[in-house]
């Protein structure tokens, strides 16, 4: 009889991962990733997760002192002032006048307000969705769209992460919080359903805009 324990990290890793390729919306981080985007799709998706990074670090800010987010805030690093840079430098300093939420923004932002900054095992399954999953495969992404668009550092702040030296190290620290977290088996389905939610909301942002980029798609071959 097999008595191994598995991590809860590993767990709630091997719930929520995606496939590759499974939902509407991959094409535009597909597209980034090859470096087939255009400047403005790159804006255009910093602009909306500017909105939902907001939202997770004010819940950050209201959430720093309770003892299970604290170990998770002390690691949260904000990515808000990248993007803001990434912002300014790719859309103007006007940028926050321009950019608008789309509705599955909207939706994403308020079950972040409603959930994670009120509730432990909300913020930290919002965060791990959000700090984890962008530095996974943002470098990656920044190096081709500097080489793409000749960036530097202003235009891929964000996916550089440069707060994060050793991003492996990162994880595996995060992991390890993850798996000291005093929850029973009823509060990790709890956090492991929030992930899955959490990927939904953001399947649902990354699809509006694909739709958005459909049109000129399409016109081009009719």
């Known amino acids: 009889m097999d008595t191994t324990v598995t991590p809860f990290s590993e767990l709630l890793r091997r ?19 090859a470096g087939t985007c255009d400047v403005a799709d790159h804006a255009d998706l910093l602009g909306q997760y500017a909105f939902v990074y907001e939202a997770l670090e004010r819940a950050a800010e209201r959430m720093a002192d ?53 509730w432990p095992g909300g913020f930290v399954a919002h965060h791990y969705t959000r700090y984890l999953g962008d530095l996974s495969g943002g470098r990656a992404i920044g190096t081709v769209l500097s080489d793409r668009f000749g ?3 202003n235009g891929v702040l964000f996916w550089i992460c440069e707060q994060v030296a050793d991003p492996a190290a990162f994880e595996d620290t ?13 509060e990790q389905e709890r956090v ?31």
């Open 15 to 33: 719930r929520t991962r995606r496939s590759p390729g499974s939902s509407t919306g991959d094409g535009l981080l597909r597209d980034l990733a």
């Open 192 to 222: 492991i359903a929030e992930v899955e939610l959490a990927h939904a909301l953001d399947r649902r942002l990354l699809a509006e805009l694909e739709a958005l980029r459909v049109p000129s798609a399409s016109a081009v071959h009719h």
């Open 174 to 186: 995060y992991r390890e919080q993850l798996d000291r977290a005093p929850w029973d088996a009823d």
């Open 66 to 118: 309770h003892p299970v987010v604290a170990p998770f805030v002390t690691q949260h690093r904000s990515r808000m002032p990248a993007i803001r840079a990434d912002l300014e430098y790719l859309v103007g300093p006007d940028w926050s006048e321009l950019v608008c939420p789309l509705p599955a923004t909207t939706a994403y932002v308020r079950r972040l307000n409603e959930v994670a900054a009120t």
């Open 151 to 153: 960036f530097e550092t």
